[in-house]
């Protein structure tokens, strides 16, 4: 890894902190190359803090250690991104984040989609709500749904419209989004089972 400290007259590099597995950004701090060499040495995120002057590890009195996964340098050589598995609440505040935010896995605008039907199973009287329909109607009409799209995805598959194809398949994946919040999950709980067997 080849670094440029010269930008910076106290020889630092900016170190943008990201969980590894949520892709979320938890902190912002500095190094210098010791606290490179101690980081790798160590594989517990240590920066330079320039407040105390000296080289600082995350979690030393709280226990909320930054464990690394990797570090890797930008196009400039001038900032990191490091990668870690973060144990505990990483801000001094007690929150998962430096920006209050919860450190949850995200899906993007499937996540949103998620909140949009944990919203409608909730508002179940909703009567112009299909989804809401869906969940007065019960289980079984769900499932039945689902599987319906499902075969509706097959015999796209084997034909040569990808248009078709590609509607059927959102059908599918719609549902069974519906399908999992009825049966109390969500698509993280699917994820986590898929990533225990990898």
Known sequence: MKLDFTKNKDRLVPAIVQDAITKNVLMLGYMNEEAIKVTQE?????????????????????????????IKNDCDHDTLLIQVKPAGPTCHTGTDTCWGEENDQSYGFLSELENVITSRKENKDDKKSYVASLFRDGINKIAQKVGEEAVETVIEAKDNNDELFLNESADLLFHYLILLQAKGYKLNDVVKVLGARH
């Open 42 to 70: 160590t594989k517990k995120v240590t920066f330079f803090s320039r407040s105390k002057q000296r080289l600082w590890t995350k979690g030393e009195e709280s226990g909320n250690f930054l464990n690394l996964v990797g």
